[in-house]
Structure formats: C-alpha cells, structure tokens
C-alpha cells in the first residue's frame, strides 16, 4: 500500500527526491515517517509529517538538508535530500502511522503499521 520511489545514485553534494504513493489509504488519517537502514547498523528514523496541518520532525543528523512534505489530494509524501553525504546511503522507507486528523507524529516505528519496500540511495564519489 506504500511504494517508494526515486532512489538512485549521487555524488556527494547532490540532491534526490524520494516520493512515497499510497494506494488504498487516505493519506489524510496517517502520519508518515521516512526511514533507512544503512549497511550493518540499524533502522533509524528520519523525519515525519502529520496527517494535517503538515507538522514534521527531522533527526539533527538531516536537519537543514532534508525537506519532508505531503500531498494529499495526491496521496503522496515526498522527501527532498539535498547536500546528500556518504553517510546518507541507505535503504529509505516510508511508513504509515494511524494518527487521523492530528496534527503531530512520532518517529518510534513501533506506531507504524505499513510500510513500503523500500529505496536504494547511494552517495559516492
């Protein structure tokens, strides 16, 4: 019910926008939460934006760099990555949080209930 897509490739500096579609779920009653698990360490959340109002949370280690937003009308949540270094390579997720019509969300991904199958992002010279 979630699919990810944009991933690829980049030199460090570069930018990529990840796009996150979902089918058979109104986007406007779930949070949703981009993570990624990068070779040997563990998943981390990344950022997440409310069902409404656009409330969102970036980690510090993407702050200033990444912008996570939505739109609704076209089920669709998006994370633009500029500045991407080394250490951003990973398998990005996006995730699905049931918090309807509230205008928080929480990056603990015990909360989420679907997940997509996630995006290669690689940052090499």
């Not at 981009?34 to 997440?48: D, L, N, T, V, Y």
Request: proline share 4%; charged share 20%; glycine share 10%.
């Amino acid at each position: 019910q979630l699919v990810e897509s944009g991933g690829g490739s980049v030199q460090p500096g570069g930018s990529l926008r990840l796009s996150c579609v979902a089918s058979r779920l109104p986007l406007d009653h779930y949070a949703i939460g981009w993570f990624r698990q990068a070779p040997g360490k563990e998943r981390e959340g990344i950022s997440c934006i409310s069902s409404v109002d656009s409330v969102t949370y970036y980690v510090g280690s993407v702050r200033g760099r990444f912008t996570i937003s939505r739109d609704n009308a076209k089920n669709t949540v998006y994370l633009q990555m500029n500045d991407l270094k080394p250490d951003d390579t990973a398998i990005y997720y996006c995730a699905a949080d049931y918090l309807p019509l509230q205008g928080l969300c929480r990056m603990n991904e015990r909360n989420y209930i679907y997940w997509g199958q996630g995006a290669q992002v690689t940052v090499s010279s």
